[in-house]
């Protein structure tokens, strides 16, 4: 992997590996877990997951969406209310290409990547205890989708070192978030110096730096008020304990009335 792409082939990645594709033509980045056998699990907005029932195929578990992949009849499973999906790495790619996030850069490669979301100066956890993570959140949740502070990267950034942000008000561990925040701010703030910076590429070259300089201030491999959370205490830390609960015993009294008819 380079420094301007970190594209990959299907071949190369390996489970507990963190990958990503593009959207919308580069507009953004959906990033999830390869867990191995050509199966990803990654986060997305629960209302862009289809809630359709199947009791017919699956009275057992009436909650499971039909799948309407041609290959995995398993592809699209996930938990009610949850967002953590499985699918298959044709699914999650939708004929986009295939890149690998990088872990434990240095300070210098993570400045010279031009596009957030790409890479993190944070060191990976052994790629079993990522794949531990990944599936035991398949079947628990993770929270609320949040475009700002949980999103499918700062899943993917949680699973594959453990980090938690301490004050969860804000912007969280995406790189990708931190961009879409860093861009406006480096421009806002170098602003002043346009007087004192009369040429185009003088201005330009300020604008750029400012904007890796806020990038970086959010990496959390550089971050101080991040903290290890293991996975099993991980809704405890996010105070999804009592949302969990309640929506267990939703599902459990459903599923009461349909073994009843």
């Avoid at 990033?31 to 029932?53: A, M, T």
């Avoid at 490669?109 to 031009?114: D, P, Y």
């Avoid at 990976?124 to 993570?133: A, C, F, G, N, Y």
């Amino acid at each position: 992997m380079g420094l301007l792409t970190n594209r990959v082939e299907r071949n190369e990645i390996k489970p507990g590996d963190h990958i990503y594709t593009y959207r919308a033509v580069f507009a953004y980045s959906h990033h999830g877990i390869f867990v191995g056998g050509s199966k990803v699990v990654h986060f997305r907005p629960e209302r862009n997951l289809d809630s359709s029932v199947d009791t017919s195929s699956n009275l057992l578990d009436p909650t499971f969406p039909r799948s309407t992949c041609p290959t995995f009849p398993d592809c699209g499973f996930r938990q009610p209310n949850s967002g953590v999906v499985l699918s298959c790495l044709d699914c999650f790619l939708r004929n986009g290409s295939l890149y690998c996030f990088e872990y434990g850069v240095t300070p210098s490669v993570f400045l010279a990547k031009v596009r957030g979301g790409t890479c993190t100066t944070a060191a990976s956890d052994p790629l079993e205890t990522v794949i531990h993570r990944a599936m035991y959140l398949l079947q628990n949740g993770f929270g609320n989708y949040d475009i700002f502070e949980n999103n499918c990267e700062d899943f993917a950034l949680y699973c594959k070192t453990g980090l938690l942000i301490l004050d969860n008000l804000g912007i969280g561990r995406s790189g990708q978030a931190s961009s879409m925040i860093g861009a406006p701010l480096a421009a806002l703030l170098s602003s002043p110096l346009k007087l004192l910076m009369p040429s185009p590429i003088g201005v330009a070259t300020v604008t750029a730096g400012m904007y890796c300089v806020t990038r970086y201030a959010t990496d959390i491999g550089i971050r101080t008020d991040v903290i290890k959370v293991a996975v099993e205490d991980l809704a405890m830390n996010l105070g999804w304990a009592g949302r969990h609960d309640e929506a267990a015993e939703e599902n459990e009294a459903s599923n009461r009335q349909v073994v009843a008819l």
